[in-house]
């Protein structure tokens, strides 16, 4: 059998080449006898006949032998010519095509399929913008073809000519008979109206695909992504939940049900996000003990610390280090002001932690010190408050925090030196300058109550150098001035206190009682919102009384 199949290769091959031969003496008898015009039209015939034979059969290599030879007697013939650069671009010799496609371009630039021949090229080539040029003048002839119409598109996009290629995709979707390639059409001018950031363009695209697959899955996703993206979260939430009702993959349901997740922490429906969590533990393939995470965290920002705290020690029991999730147990247990259970989870960490890790509790026990201290003092306990902010020292005692609250505490014992020198410490440890602003608020009380006037206005001063728009400074100010009698400065701080707090009820007063000289309706207006703001303001009914009253006399 195999000898059989040898034995016909060759005679095939010899039959080729005797064609070739056949031919080619025809081509050299023609040109060398007879009346030359009516020999060469007959030449052309039969040569055209039988290199459309050889490339309709592929044999591409015969088609160029031929073309060329006959080519070098009759150099004007075009649809030889054509055939031969066509044989070129199809045995992949691009170089020769684009040379053949010039040549035929010269004598007849209007020739459709040549510039179709040599925009190919160009793509093989990796010039896409040359290929533009041929393609485009190849659409002003050939605007209902499918072929060219695609490939025009693809070169728009490939060259980030968005709209340009937006419109040729549209032009072909109504070129397209089959519902798939209109389908497929869609998803592209779907992505390519994301680009360029018309979104209700591609709302449309999704939605034409939609129509057809209804049940598509990427499409379903592309269109959830997108609503996420113009922050509709109702919609994307409707889309992933009307894609519940045909998805059965695990990976696309815990890709449904983590976006519904994140979505539900977006917008703070946490009850919603426990819910989808919990759907998300009965898939295959979930990570149960970070879901189980997110859900203790889920009840601790819905204030159900004991349902949250629980969960985490279960965590902590099944994890092997149980370092972050012990951490977050301990926060747990602040956030429900158990600081005793906080400080024996930060110490059992440090009993087997890594420097690095030992250097992050520190840090933490310091500032846990430091809320347990704030909690004694709003109970008036000053002395267990000193206490705990002098075992906060032991851990990072350049944590400015302490000595400011160490000053909260001066101040409410009324030892005001001692307030000072616990801020000017605050101050000087707080490098990144974030607190600035109320320890410079802080630091101006207690020189005003020591009667360091000028103390207090370089206090206040610097605290509008960091914060020129903080309102509990800006009151300062004014009262300040307003103890100066420079009326006018008074009035300027008082009024910019209120435009950045609202509901600064003793800067409205003061500005109130400054109007009572000059703007007595003002006056009662600011009264009456402040009234209304908090009716128990006595100061703020008496004058109000004492205005009015005064109007009858």
Not at 185 to 194: G, K, T
Not at 385 to 399: I, M, P
Not at 512 to 540: G, S, V, W
């Amino acid at each position: 059998m195999t000898d059989t199949n040898i034995i016909i290769i060759i005679v095939a091959f010899v039959a080729a080449i005797a064609a070739i031969y056949i031919l080619y003496s025809i081509i050299l008898f023609q040109g060398s006898t007879g009346k030359k015009g009516d020999e060469l039209q007959l030449s052309t015939k039969n040569i055209l006949e039988q290199v459309e034979v050889l490339y309709d059969k592929k044999e591409y290599g015969l088609v160029q032998l031929l073309a060329t030879k006959y080519l070098d007697r009759v150099p004007g013939h075009v649809d030889v010519r054509i055939y031969l650069a066509k044989a070129y671009y199809e045995d992949r010799k691009y170089n020769q095509a684009i040379k053949q496609c010039s040549i035929i371009l010269k004598k007849k630039s209007n020739n459709v399929e040549t510039r179709q021949v040599l925009g190919n090229c160009y793509i093989k080539k990796q010039l896409p913008l040359k290929a533009i040029k041929e393609y485009e003048y190849v659409f002003d002839y050939r605007k209902t073809d499918k072929d060219v119409v695609r490939t025009l598109a693809e070169l728009y996009r490939e060259t980030d000519q968005l709209f340009s290629s937006i419109g040729a995709y549209e032009v072909l979707a109504d070129l397209l008979d089959l519902e798939e390639d209109v389908a497929d059409v869609q998803s592209i001018l779907a992505e390519l109206n994301e680009e360029i950031h018309d979104y209700p363009a591609a709302f449309e695209a999704y939605k034409t695909r939609l129509g057809i697959y209804p049940q598509d899955v990427l499409t379903n996703r592309k269109l959830t992504e997108l609503y996420i993206k113009i922050k509709n979260y109702p919609v994307a939430i409707e889309t992933l939940l009307y894609m519940l009702t045909f998805v059965t993959e695990s990976k696309v349901l815990l890709w449904i049900y983590d976006t519904l997740v994140s979505l539900s922490v977006e917008t703070e429906d946490y009850d919603k996000a426990i819910e989808y969590s919990e759907k998300l533990l009965d898939i295959q393939g979930s990570d149960k003990f970070k879901i189980r995470n997110n859900i203790a965290a889920f009840n601790l920002k819905l204030n159900r610390t004991n349902e949250g705290i629980a969960i985490l020690e279960d965590l902590v029991m099944m994890s092997q280090n149980g370092f972050d999730v012990t951490l977050e147990l301990a926060d747990a247990y602040i956030q429900n002001k158990d600081y005793q259970k906080a400080l024996e989870k930060y110490q059992l960490l440090l009993d087997k932690a890594t420097p690095r890790e030992a250097k992050t509790v520190n840090l933490l026990l310091c500032e846990l010190y430091i809320d347990w201290s704030i909690d004694l003092y709003k109970k008036d306990k000053i002395d267990d408050s000193f206490d705990l902010l002098k075992e906060a020292t032991e851990y990072n005692a350049l944590n400015s925090e302490i000595y400011y609250n160490m000053a909260k505490n001066y101040f409410k014992q009324k030892n005001y030196p001692s307030v000072i020198e616990s801020l000017n410490k605050a101050l000087e440890f707080d490098k990144q300058k974030e607190y600035q602003a109320k320890y410079l608020l802080l630091l101006s009380d207690a020189h005003h109550q020591l009667g360091n006037f000028f103390e207090e206005k370089k206090a206040l001063t610097d605290l509008l150098k960091y914060d020129e728009k903080n309102p509990q400074g800006l009151y300062r100010v004014g009262l300040m001035y307003a103890a100066q009698h420079d009326f006018k400065n008074a009035e300027d701080a008082f009024k910019k206190s209120i435009t950045y707090d609202p509901d600064l009820i003793k800067a409205k007063y003061n500005l109130a009682l400054l109007y009572e000289n000059n703007n007595r309706d003002r006056a009662k207006e600011l009264y009456i919102e402040i009234l209304e703001q908090d009716p128990t303001f006595e100061e703020a009914k008496n004058s109000l009384a004492d205005l009015s009253s005064s109007d009858y006399y």
